[in-house]
């Protein structure tokens, strides 16, 4: 079937009329931008010039590490004085103190961190029953505490690895470990822990705990193999008393600590580690 298409004839339009429309299209045009104008103008949120030179500051890791919304969230956190500059685990200490310079007060430097898993258990932790789910730390742990017969072993699969944005975790022979020269301090494995067994400790430690039990002797011996006894030798052979025994469990005094190694050497479980 053949369709014939008609054009209007042009003599028929009528040019005044077109203009018309066009005026008035102008002129609504114009208006709309004029309201638009003034409602912006009334309704525009003021950004302090320093949140931009702070989130340059900041590493742009975006990580929400800091507990905000990103770098930008914490650029305004600290020009309102609702955050602190340590908050940013990723920034180094060069950049922070700019950032104190930005805002006019005083920065004595601090906040370089490094992130552990206070457990060495895995394979050598006992384990109570054998776990059927889904395959995830956190609903394994809503199931009587987990698999582990210790309380605060590694459950050893890997939430905190899946939550790494930088690959920096990984799980071996049943519990997790942190590379230190991929972690970027995020805190993100923190979160995910349902044991709440990885720590943030002071950025100059050479060696850390890892175990998290706070009980002792024949009862950690029949939950792990590797697991702290609190027999307190680490602290009675350590040449800068930098250790005390709080809890069964040795604490490090980083201020004082040598790295000497003589807590790695006397540990009978091998539960005080070198960091690279």
Known sequence: MNYLILASDPSKIDPIKIAIVLGIMLVVAIVFGFLIMVVSKKFAVEVDEREEKITGCLAGANCGGCGH?????????????KGQIDDCPVTSKDQKMQIAEILGIEYAGGGESKIVVKCGGGDNAVTKNDY?????????????GGSKQCKTACLGLGTCAVKCKVGAIKVKDGVAYVDQKLCIKCGACLRACPKSIIEKIDGRAKVYV???????????????????IGCGLCAK?????????????????YDKCTACGKCVEKCPKNVIKTLD
């Open 69 to 81: 919304a990103g770098c930008g969230g914490l650029a305004k956190a600290l020009v309102d004085g």
């Open 132 to 144: 059927v789910g889904v395959s995830d730390c956190v609903h394994q742990n809503m199931v009587v």
């Open 210 to 228: 890892a175990c998290s039990t706070k009980c002792r002797g024949k009862e950690v011996m029949d939950a792990c193999k590797v697991g702290c």
């Open 237 to 253: 052979n350590c040449p800068s008393c930098a250790i005390t025994m709080v809890d069964n469990l040795p604490v490090i005094d």
